[in-house]
């Protein structure tokens, strides 16, 4: 399909691919075997300039959007899952800074991040705050000398590798949710301490862990956005990135696609290669169709959020349900078509359907999201919504 991509985004892919091919792919297992944070191969995708992708040029970015986050993290979730969670997880951690920044706030981080010297994380989640995420009970009180933050953020990406953190806290805890506020803590900030990594059924590769605040004093100027926005903000954050996590499950798709076509090809079972059996073709045609609809949804949310519309829930929401069951759907039927083969590590399926789970739970689960899209539908009475 022709994705009519301008010559700055094939660009990018390219580069993407090549990375995902001659550094990804080699070390992948290893880095699924081991749970190593990928370091070496973040230090490549920061030499060719893939931090910058997203970032605004003023801020040493190439100013691109959506769409070009989403190619990048489709290519790397191609070879690895574990290595894209962690490249567009440091997206949604300064996103809230590039939407809601001062000028101050921008040039003091962003450079940094685009050039890729220091990762982000994005926190919202609690014990008590999962699908429930307005139940947050972080505090952050204001104190002279700026806040002071208390409490725990569980299951969070990039957590003890990245250097800067987007946390929302109450500033306000009389107002629950709407006393939310979004604040930056750097790694080294005093009273600020991490939890142990998570042992995870896959993506492997990144990291997850539990942030503990106790008693952990921030400047004022850390605050980003307005004080009791920081919600809103981050519902308003998650529209614009939920696309990305298409992305990387297009990315799933197609890489299990293509294990399951070559592994098909070569496999001989009654004198023939299996490909050459119409079952394992409608099965193989299934995983060709729903990969291109999932790629095609992905595409055109992220346009959607790159026009600057402001209702842009509904079609992001849809974009990451639907690739995330067809990356479950087609890693499943991968490991299928690879028989006994495929549930051995020694081929890769194996580790794209461990992978392949996440991307139904995390950034709000699909049953969560699927609220969402029902949300509009009943708003609009039905009705079409495209333009
Ligand atoms: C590997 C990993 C990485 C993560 N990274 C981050 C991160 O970087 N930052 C961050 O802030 N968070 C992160 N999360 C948290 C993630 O977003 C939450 O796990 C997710 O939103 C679900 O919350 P929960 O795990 O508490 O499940 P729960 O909310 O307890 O849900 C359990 C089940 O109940 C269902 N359910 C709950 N409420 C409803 C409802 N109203 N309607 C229908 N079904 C419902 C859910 O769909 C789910 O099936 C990560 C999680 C994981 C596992």
Known sequence: MNYFLTEQQKSIREIARRIAEEKIMPVRAHLDETGEFPWDILKELAAADMFRVFIPVEFGGLGGGCLDLCLVAEELARACCGVATSYIVNALGCMTLIEYGNDDQKRN?????????????????????????????????????????????????????????????LTDQSKGARGASAILVEKDTP????????????????????????????????????????????????DKSRPGIGAVAVGLCQGAMEAAVEYAGQRIQFDQPIIALPVVQQMLADMAIQTEAARALVHAAAKYVDSGARDASEFSAAAKVFASDAAMKITVDAVQVCGGSGYMHDYPVEKMMRDAKILQIYEGTNQI???????????????????
């Open 109 to 169: 981080y962003l450079p940094d991040i685009a050039s890729g010297q220091r990762l982000t994380a994005f926190a919202i989640t609690e014990p008590t705050a999962g699908s429930d995420s307005a139940n947050i009970q972080t505090t952050a009180e204001k104190v002279d000398g700026g806040y002071l933050l208390n409490g725990t953020k569980r299951f969070i990406t990039n957590g003890g590798e990245a250097e800067i953190y987007t946390i929302i806290a």
């Open 191 to 238: 009273g600020f301490t991490f939890g142990k990594k998570e042992m995870k059924m896959g993506i492997r590769a990144s990291a997850t862990r539990e942030l503990v605040f106790h008693n952990c004093l921030v400047p004022e100027g850390n605050l980003v956005g307005k004080p009791g926005h920081g919600f809103i903000q981050a519902m308003r954050l998650f």
């Open 369 to 387: 999201l699927r609220g969402v899209v029902a949300t509009g539908l009943r708003k609009r009475k039905g009705k079409v919504a495209c333009t």
